[in-house]
């Protein structure tokens, strides 16, 4: 079997077909053979029944008159002629076993007698024997006179004669099979050198394809060769077609993809943002592009092989937990990354799945939004200013009464020692913790004001939102109250944190609790058919989420303006009274912290605003 693996496919069919008619050939001789046999001896037999028969017909009178002569007469006539070869001794003998006549010449055989004597005379039988070292067919023939045996012939048939005869028949066979070998021998060559050799022709044309040669020969070839194949064989014909088919697409599909990877690399190397391959499972960067190095500072070696969340404030969990399995792209909106000198980049992030050199990857985009986030930061300070400006004279009003406080504690003080008169120590210690209370108050007026104006960065950290709600309300609860409009704060103590800034969630209520207040005073003021406001709002959990509710029962918004209200520049008011930027503001910042605003108002009824946020859990 390692002999014939070895083998070229050539003399493996060679072989193999040879073998097939060589082993069919045996068989037949076999089969043919064993008929032959089998017809032999059956016509053997006959023969042999028939010829006794024939003597006992003859032999009736003789043998009740006990004519020995004729009898032996009989016998040595039905070995003449081309019997002689056939029939090796005739017996004839009576009804009690006692030989009458017979054709040995040189004397019994030691165990013919026994053999007389053993038989049934009365039917016809054909045994096998051995006599004098030859082997013979016995046959026994009744002689019958009425209803009376009187008898019995007795042939041996010589077996000789049958293989004598099979013989020569297997000389002619083996001639014939010896003769049809030789033909097969021819045949089965040239049959596999006929297969074998376009076979052959395609696979060298083969072998040089995976090396990357496409011109090993040209179509016209192809054609010529497969028309001088299907003359003589149609499936090799479509063997070779379909090679030339296999060939073209082959050679069109490389061209493609060479013509693709130039455009990647093309796309890869000179696209205007910063692109990483990045391994799927360990997020170790394998690829960057020129952008990529030129943003962050980096040398293209140093940052293969750095992890992807090295660079940024990505959160390895999350981030693989947000991946899918699918085509699905996947966004990161401002994406803190460092640069190598510690600079700051805000960017977008743009990943979708790929393949790179048989791995599994991450292509991701960044795209630098750092001067848009730093615009956004300038336009929520203004917006910022302008409504501290509007607050200024309550603001004013605020800081004054401390500030009154304190001036008549000081001119308290000072009448007592310009009178020389002297205050009672509780007196004195009441109006010093008076004084020290007002600063205080003071103080913290002011450093809610600082606190809220200062330009607030673009960073995640854990925050209360009950907290940011009580930072506004003493910031612009009081003015609100004192507008007519009860302010009722219903704050659900048990909700989980967030992730987002307290100084951007703040600028969300703040323009809130505005929009609101100017809502119920122009009702107020207006349609005049409330006496009092009221500002509600609430903190609740919804499901895994933070909410928060800030209703009103101030004018409402028309329906045809609710598609309207947070677009940019975008307002109801007078010339002069807004810009139109603080619903736009206030989306965008809760977009940013991956949370959603819905409104629901009715004209004259009143507005109410849900912002919800997804939980910070502390697992994350």
Known sequence: MIFFNELSLKNKIFISSLGFILILSILIALFTRSLLITGLTGELKKR?????????????????????????VLAYDARLGNRKDMVKYLIISDDQGN????????????????????????????????????????????????????GSVQIGLDKRHIESLISDLRLVFLSFLS??????????????????????????????????????????????????????????????????????QLKQSTDKLKESQRKYRSLFRSGPNPIFVVNKKTFEILDV???????????????????????????????????????????????????????????????????????????????????????????????????????????????????????????????????????????????????????????????????FSRKADFSREVININDCIRSVNKIIGRQIILQNIDLILDLDESIPSVMAHNNRIEQVLFNLFTNARDAVNERIEISKDIEKGKIAISTFLDSENVGISISDNGAGIEPNQMDSIFESFYTTKEMGEGLGLGLSITQGIIRDYSGTITVDSQPGIGTSFRIIFPAHSKEN
């Open 179 to 248: 003769l049809m070998s030789i033909v097969f021998f021819f045949l089965s060559h040239r049959l596999a050198l006929h297969i074998t050799k376009p076979v052959g022709s395609l696979i060298r044309y083969t072998d040089q394809i995976t090396k990357g040669d496409f011109n090993i020969i040209s179509k016209e070839d192809l054609d010529r060769k497969a028309f001088d194949i299907g003359a003589k064989d149609n499936e090799i014909t479509q063997l070779t077609n379909s090679f030339i088919k296999m060939t073209s």
């Open 99 to 150: 030989i009458l006549a017979h054709t040995f010449t040189t004397g019994f055989p030691l165990n013919i007698k026994s053999v007389v004597k053993n038989q049934d005379y009365k039917k016809e039988s054909i045994t096998s024997i051995d006599v004098d070292r030859h082997s013979v067919f016995h046959v026994v023939v009744p002689v019958k006179e009425g209803i009376y045996t009187i």
């Open 48 to 72: 042999g029944v028939g010829i006794a028969q024939g003597i006992a017909d003859s032999s009736r009178v003789y043998i009740l008159t006990k004519n020995l002569a004729e009898l032996t």
């Open 289 to 451: 592009n020129p952008n990529a190095t030129e943003l962050f500072g980096y040398e293209r070696e140093e940052l293969l092989g750095m992890s992807l969340f090295s660079l940024g404030s990505l959160d390895n969990e999350k981030f693989a937990l947000k991946y899918p399995e699918s085509e699905t792209l996947v966004i990161s909106s401002k994406v803190k990354f460092f640069k190598k000198n510690g600079g700051v980049v805000f960017v977008n992030i743009h990943a979708t799945p790929s393949e790179y050199w048989n791995e599994d990857v991450i292509i991701v985009g960044a795209t630098d939004i750092t001067e848009l986030v730093e615009k956004d930061s300038q336009l929520i300070q203004a917006s910022k200013m302008t409504n501290l400006e509007k607050m200024s004279a309550g603001i004013a009003h605020e800081i004054n009464q401390p500030l009154n406080a304190i001036k008549m504690g000081s001119e308290y003080l000072c009448m007592m020692k310009e009178r020389k008169q002297k205050i009672k120590e509780d007196d004195f210690k009441m109006v010093l913790e008076e004084i020290s209370t007002q600063v205080s108050r003071a103080a913290e007026i002011v450093g809610r004001l600082k606190t």
